[in-house]
């Protein structure tokens, strides 16, 4: 059975949220906070030769941790992603919460890196309209779920904008809120009232960290830069709806909230090429100039 203290202080944050101006993961941060979403104007965007990040067993140079392949394309070149124990580190920002197995390290904010997912299981719950006032009404039901489950909780929460395109200035449709299981063993597929848990499969993504507060808005600001680096690259393309991975919960200030915006990709297919046969989850970095 699992520990009844990891539910207990979940709770807690869950009632500090719903006091807090009834914000969840969303919330109004300081305009400091915002301006921090992403990289400071000026941080290269255009495709470089890749650089290895620290969790990339794949590539030459980078520290071997198994199963973690991601690879720094563009952004902020020099940060990186501390990991302590079971927590993941950088500057004022910590993520204390363990990610699912096998996931790649949390993107700092302002780098952009290309990443492979693992297939996962996750609680789902989706709605439409408002995703930032969505994010509160999803997260209830969820809790439920994993409580139910006695499933301890990880790291991140995941959004997902079926058809946004990323303007800023309108409001995703239809979105889908997700808790991840650590390991697909602690709980079946199939329906439980409003969730529904599913196996997705592994998936491929240009992703940038950001930092401040959890909105539509500053996912907006993480997808321009995505697109501008795609617009680009002679070698990657967009392959579906964007998607956010938020890392903190209430309890950390806006200032220190980690998230990354992220886009699925794929190889371009050149004329008269074969379609690509690499596996997802081996990622080969970008080649020189992509």
């Given at each position: 059975?699992?520990?009844?203290?990891?539910?207990?202080?979940?709770?807690?944050?869950?009632?500090?949220?719903?006091?807090a101006?009834?914000?969840?993961?969303?919330?109004?941060?300081?305009?400091?906070?915002?301006?921090?979403?992403?990289?400071?104007?000026?941080?290269?965007?255009?495709?470089?030769?890749?650089?290895?990040?620290a969790?990339?067993?794949?590539?030459?140079?980078?520290?071997?941790?198994?199963?973690?392949?991601?690879?720094?394309?563009?952004?902020?070149?020099?940060?990186?992603?501390?990991?302590?124990?079971?927590?993941?580190?950088?500057?004022?920002?910590?993520?204390?919460?363990?990610?699912p197995?096998?996931?790649?390290?949390?993107?700092?904010?302002?780098?952009?890196?290309?990443?492979?997912?693992?297939?996962?299981?996750?609680?789902?719950?989706?709605?439409?309209g408002?995703s930032?006032?969505?994010?509160?009404?999803?997260?209830?039901?969820?809790?439920?779920?994993?409580?139910?489950?006695?499933?301890?909780?990880?790291?991140?929460?995941?959004?997902?904008?079926?058809?946004?395109?990323?303007?800023s200035?309108?409001?995703?449709?239809?979105?889908?809120?997700?808790?991840?299981?650590?390991?697909?063993?602690?709980?079946?597929?199939?329906?439980?009232?409003?969730?529904?848990?599913?196996?997705?499969?592994?998936?491929?993504?240009?992703?940038?960290g950001?930092?401040?507060?959890?909105?539509?808005?500053?996912?907006?600001?993480?997808?321009a830069?995505?697109?501008?680096?795609?617009?680009?690259?002679?070698?990657?393309?967009?392959?579906?709806?964007?998607?956010?991975?938020?890392?903190?919960?209430?309890?950390?200030?806006?200032?220190?909230?980690?998230?990354?915006?992220?886009?699925?990709?794929?190889?371009?297919?050149?004329?008269?090429?074969?379609?690509?046969?690499?596996?997802?989850q081996?990622?080969?970095?970008?080649?020189p100039?992509?």
């Amino acid at each position: 059975m699992k520990s009844v203290s990891s539910f207990a202080s979940v709770a807690v944050l869950l009632s500090m949220a719903l006091v807090a101006s009834g914000v969840l993961l969303c919330g109004t941060a300081p305009a400091a906070a915002d301006e921090a979403m992403v990289a400071p104007p000026g941080a290269r965007e255009a495709p470089p030769p890749s650089t290895p990040v620290a969790g990339d067993a794949r590539i030459p140079g980078a520290e071997a941790v198994p199963s973690d392949p991601s690879a720094r394309v563009g952004g902020d070149r020099s940060a990186v992603s501390e990991r302590r124990g079971e927590a993941w580190v950088f500057d004022s920002m910590r993520i204390e919460t363990p990610l699912p197995e096998g996931y790649p390290p949390p993107t700092p904010p302002g780098a952009i890196d290309l990443k492979t997912y693992p297939s996962v299981r996750r609680a789902e719950f989706t709605g439409s309209g408002n995703s930032d006032l969505g994010m509160n009404f999803g997260f209830w039901p969820l809790f439920q779920h994993i409580k139910k489950r006695e499933i301890a909780m990880t790291s991140p929460v995941e959004m997902e904008y079926t058809g946004w395109e990323g303007d800023s200035s309108s409001v995703a449709g239809a979105w889908t809120m997700s808790f991840l299981y650590r390991t697909a063993d602690l709980g079946p597929t199939g329906e439980d009232g409003k969730i529904k848990v599913v196996d997705v499969e592994p998936i491929t993504v240009l992703a940038i960290g950001m930092r401040g507060a959890y909105r539509l808005e500053g996912v907006a600001k993480g997808m321009a830069r995505l697109e501008a680096w795609l617009a680009e690259s002679q070698e990657w393309e967009r392959d579906g709806d964007p998607r956010a991975f938020y890392y903190n919960g209430p309890e950390k200030r806006n200032a220190d909230k980690w998230a990354e915006a992220q886009l699925p990709v794929r190889r371009k297919v050149m004329p008269g090429a074969p379609p690509s046969t690499t596996p997802p989850q081996q990622v080969p970095p970008p080649a020189p100039g992509s």
